[in-house]
């Protein structure tokens, strides 16, 4: 493994998720004075998920991967990647430990990394994600974010050591995210509003419905910034169509008749709308 995603390993005080201590990054594993190890992949990256089921699969796949890695390199999420680092930067130092809970392939962390390095700042980043594949992926961007395939409900980082976390479109962890955070660590999360590809939706559903509105209070945390974010785009190929469908559980979610639907789609206008909360971490009186 190279030397700076080794020490950026280290930095985030890595615990085993078996017992608890600190794990040791080397060369080719981690591990802990229990003799619990565990092995880093070729691309540099450690699973830490503790096991809940043989040959269960956890978190996105590789056709959602690949799909999301197509759609967001055509730029369509480019003023959200920007949102997100322009509200963040502002309470980061050069050096600050920054994890991304739920990072998927790495869109956002690696955009983050970028435009802090623009500002003279630079980063230790660090990926959490339920699926090996997205984590795979990420590594496969590049080798100067670390990451960990782990659930962001239970992440395997010492109280404390980090001084902020973003969480894009993941699940929502609050007494954990608080955990891991530093005492005046500051916590971004990011949601889709009501209308956000309801156009997508439309073409699909007989009875398409909108996005639950959020809700911005989360114990723990203290409200200090709030963005909405709604533009639309324009998909140019029945292949960017099919990639954004792809990319979200309505996939999963819906039957072939309704997915046959988007088949005929050469290009599509659609609105994307996100709500960017920035939470400080509330001190314990």
Request: a neutral charge; glycine letters at 8%.
């Amino acid at each position: 493994m190279d030397g700076h995603c080794q020490r950026d390993l280290n930095r985030f005080k890595l615990i085993c998720p078996v017992c608890g201590s600190p794990l040791i990054s080397g060369e080719k594993t981690v591990s802990c004075g229990n003799a619990h190890s565990f092995d880093l992949s070729r691309k540099g990256a450690v699973n830490l998920l503790r096991s809940s089921g043989k040959g269960k699969h956890h978190g996105d796949d590789k056709t959602m991967v690949r799909a999301r890695t197509m759609f967001l390199s055509k730029g369509y999420y480019d003023p959200l990647s920007e949102a997100v680092d322009e509200m963040l930067l502002p309470f980061l130092k050069d050096g600050s430990p920054v994890i991304d809970a739920g990072c998927g392939e790495g869109k956002y962390t690696e955009d983050l990394l970028l435009y802090a390095r623009d500002y003279g700042k630079e980063l230790s980043l660090l990926g959490v994600d339920i699926s090996k594949e997205a984590v795979s992926a990420l590594r496969g961007r590049t080798r100067d974010i670390s990451a960990i395939v782990a659930s962001t409900s239970a992440i395997p980082i010492k109280a404390g050591s980090a001084d902020a976390l973003m969480c894009i479109f993941s699940p929502l962890f609050p007494k954990e995210f608080s955990r891991v955070l530093r005492p005046d660590g500051v916590f971004l999360h990011v949601v889709p509003l009501e209308n956000h590809l309801i156009e997508l939706k439309e073409k699909i559903y007989e009875h398409p419905y909108l996005n639950p509105p959020p809700d911005s209070c989360i114990d723990g945390f203290e409200l200090i910034a709030q963005k909405d974010l709604s533009y639309s785009v324009h998909l140019r190929s029945r292949e960017d169509v099919a990639a954004l469908f792809q990319m979200t559980p309505y996939n999963y979610k819906t039957g072939r008749d309704d997915q046959s639907k988007l088949r005929s789609l050469e290009e599509l206008d659609v609105t994307l709308a996100f709500g960017l909360f920035l939470y400080q971490k509330e001190s314990r009186r």
